[in-house]
């Protein structure tokens, strides 16, 4: 069966072509409704800006980094893809809830400790946030909503995140499997 | 299994179904130039006086105004389609047609107006006649 | 015409307000599809889940059939639509780094909120890790700054690079998103490991 | 039959579909034939020759002259304050902000009807907002307020009123005392980007 889950042994999740379905439909919401598509690491950048510019605000300012960020007294906070993401986590805690997949517990394989799990779940973060940096988007922001509006950056990003992901999968493949 | 593909079809029916909603609401504009395409087309020499009419072969004459107006004064063989019902069903089906049309009556201003706009919407063998 | 938001220039509060709703059905929908475990979401890169694959075209299709015919049927006007920019390296390089990001930590943004949101500690060691990466990448962006803003090309859309019209250009992706459905399947198959299911 | 064939066959389906279709261009700023037809009915996009008189000599500071005509015919008599814009570069860069922009109220003439009714169409078209004609063009200018005619000994009360102002309209812009000094520089609007594109993605 195409939705069993091979990893929890139940089939709670939805079947996965429905839930595609179901998620380029939110895609096309947010396209017509906003003329942008889905997001995350945004968001994350958002906090990183707040916290720099509360911490130095004046190094904020010089770099030219942040300071393409900050506007005026608005707060970086204070952007779609900030709530965009609030609405994620509310979304996704009330799917758990309805599944029953809620529960404090860390998800590794068993041939490795919950500590190099998380040591490497940080590392595999920071990669990402980096990355996300330099690819200006995610696996959402830029992949998918690119792909959807047919943009030649989001199939770049797209097979570069997944080309690179298969090539180095073996070398990775005692942490998962 | 089934469920799921019920639930399926149900979401898509019901989008698409949201989408033909919003889409019967809406005016599609029947526009067949660009703006930037009219710049080109507005260059066309389309206004004649009435020495040129002598020569023409085979036009209507059109009569942009008020019918009370028309009544009493018009060229004579001069069909009359106000201003305001330019773009009406029954005036539609003159534009389309493959005679030449010559535009007359009401204000130059609405002469020039109503071949624009026609003109805009793709219909052909139009022409202003000058006072 | 849509864009709704920008086009009839609607308040910020009600535009925060539909950028909550429309994370609420992503982020329920990427739950929905699993991608709240991190070994399901790696198991796209050993064969034995497919997930990742199915969802993620499935929703690239569906947004991109639906944007062809919303365009079609004038109800949406696509030069305000944000399209990518392209600059050539830095999509590659990012791509790169991102790629081995997915295959160390297991996660990407999206789904690592997501799995946050249903307890997952190591989804909050992912966050955690994503916004030192994002932090890393500030106070080292004079380094990257040439490379990342190098061979600029603008929001070009791949149908134009081709020189093939939009939709037939979706047909196309239809046609190799299905061929690697029925791959992904088989694969499914092939590398199936019950062993890993009592783990939970 | 499994969700994975029923998917493909739909997709494929609608994919079919989305092929045959021409990529089509929609701008959510343009009008269609009826809003032009009902904007053109509503007659409020134009002025008389009077009406612009009347701006021009109370000196409203947002009123913005624009010559439609070519280069050489508008070098021969500009109104004052007048800008050249004809119609082969409505859309160049350098000339295109004046007409699309929200803060002047801009005025367009020709020398009939003819030239200003096409750019104005073609303006209002793309969406550009506060553009307005002269009716009658330069001529009517000229006929009415520059050598206005002497009414007939018969003529009514009212257009002996009118004659007198435009008389005086004609010493206002004819006379020794010329008040109105051309501008040397016209004051540049402030344009509001009306369509802004969304920025998105992860940024």
Same mark, same amino acid.
């Given at each position: ?8 042994? &139940? ?30 690491? %945004? ?15 004046? &190094? ?44 404090? &517990? ?17 590392? %595999? ?28 950056? %989001? ?23 | ?131 | ?200 | ?46 002025v008389t020759a009077d009406e612009l008189a009347d701006?021009l ?52 003439y ?24 002269l009716q009658g063009g330069l001529r009517a200018w000229k006929n009415n307020i520059i050598?206005p ?17 435009r008389?005086?309209a ?34």
């Open positions: 069966m195409s939705h069993h889950n091979y990893i929890t042994g &139940k089939t709670k999740y939805m079947n996965p072509y429905l839930a595609g379905v179901l998620l380029g439909l939110v895609l096309l919401m947010a396209f017509y409704l906003t003329g942008r598509g889905l997001g995350a690491s %945004g968001a994350m950048k958002s906090v990183v800006v707040t916290g720099i510019e509360t911490v130095a605000p004046t &190094k904020a300012e010089n770099s030219d980094f942040y300071s393409k960020y900050i506007q005026g007294d608005n707060s970086p906070l204070n952007s779609w893809l900030v709530f965009q993401v609030l609405g994620v986590l509310v979304g996704g805690f009330l799917s758990g809830a309805l599944a029953g997949r809620l529960g404090w &517990k860390t998800e590794k394989s068993p041939n490795i400790t919950s500590k190099r799990r998380w040591i490497l779940a940080a590392t %595999g973060g920071a990669l990402f946030g980096f990355g996300s940096q330099f690819g200006r988007g995610c696996t959402s922001g830029a992949a998918l909503s690119g792909m959807a509006t047919l943009s030649v950056a %989001g199939f770049v990003t797209m097979m570069a995140i997944f080309g690179t992901a298969f090539l180095f999968a073996y070398f990775f493949r005692k942490n998962w499997i | 299994m089934n469920i799921n593909i019920k639930i399926l079809g149900v979401i898509i029916v019901f989008f698409f179904g949201l989408l033909l909603l919003l889409t019967s609401r809406m005016e599609r504009s029947h526009l067949k130039y660009t703006a930037e395409e009219m710049v080109e087309k507005a260059k066309t020499d389309y206004v004649v006086n009435k020495v040129d009419l002598q020569r023409l072969r085979g036009y209507m004459l059109v009569d942009l105004q008020e019918p009370q107006l028309f009544e009493s004064d018009h060229f004579e063989g001069a069909i009359n389609i106000p201003f305001a019902t330019l773009l009406e069903e029954d005036s539609k089906e003159i534009w389309a047609n493959n005679e030449t049309k010559v535009i007359t009556g009401a204000t130059p201003m609405e002469r020039h107006e109503a071949w624009m706009l026609l003109t805009q919407m793709g219909y052909e063998d139009l022409l202003v006649l000058q006072n | 015409m849509g864009p709704i938001i920008p086009v009839y220039e609607i308040s910020t509060e009600l535009n925060f307000l539909v950028a909550f709703l429309i994370g609420l059905g992503f982020g329920f929908a990427l739950e929905q599809a699993g991608f709240s475990s991190s070994r399901k979401l790696a198991g796209m890169f050993y064969g034995y889940d497919t997930t990742v694959l199915k969802v993620f075209f499935t929703a690239a299709i569906t947004g991109m059939l639906g944007l062809t015919f919303m365009n079609y049927l004038g109800m949406i006007d696509m030069s305000i639509v944000y399209v990518n920019e392209y600059y050539i390296e830095s999509a590659i390089i990012g791509g790169v780094i991102m790629g081995i990001g997915f295959i160390v930590g297991g996660f990407c943004p999206g789904t690592s909120v997501c799995a946050a949101a249903i307890g997952k500690k190591d989804a909050w060691a992912f966050l955690g890790g994503s916004l030192i990466g994002i932090l890393l990448f500030g106070e080292t962006y004079n380094w990257w700054k040439d490379i990342y803003t190098k061979n600029f090309l603008g929001g070009v859309k791949l149908s134009d690079t081709l020189g093939i019209s939009d939709g037939f250009l979706v047909l196309l992706i239809i046609v190799a998103a299905i061929m690697m459905f029925w791959v992904g399947e088989w694969a499914e198959k092939k590398f199936k490991r019950p062993d890993i299911t009592k783990e939970m | 039959m499994n969700a994975r064939v029923i998917l493909s066959i739909v997709v494929l389906a609608l994919g079919g579909v989305a092929a045959m279709l021409p990529n089509a261009k929609n701008s959510s700023l343009e009008l269609n034939e009826k809003a032009l037809h009902q904007e053109l009915l509503l007659s409020s996009h134009f701006l000599i109370n000196q409203d500071p947002s009123l913005q002259l624009i010559d439609v005509r070519t280069i050489e015919e508008a070098k021969k008599d500009p109104l004052p304050g007048a800008i050249n814009i004809p119609l082969d570069s409505m859309f160049s860069p350098d000339k295109n902000f004046y007409l699309d922009q929200t803060v002047m109220k801009n005025i367009l020709s020398e009939d009807d003819q030239l200003a009714t096409q750019v104005w169409m073609i303006a209002r078209q793309k969406g550009y907002k506060n553009n307005y004609l050598n005619k002497y009414p007939e000994q018969t003529a009514s009360k009212a257009a002996f009123e009118l004659y007198e102002k008389a005086a004609s010493q206002y812009f004819t006379g020794a005392e010329k008040v109105i000094k051309p501008k040397v520089a016209p004051i540049i609007p402030i344009q509001r980007r009306q369509k802004k594109k969304v920025q998105g993605g992860c940024s």
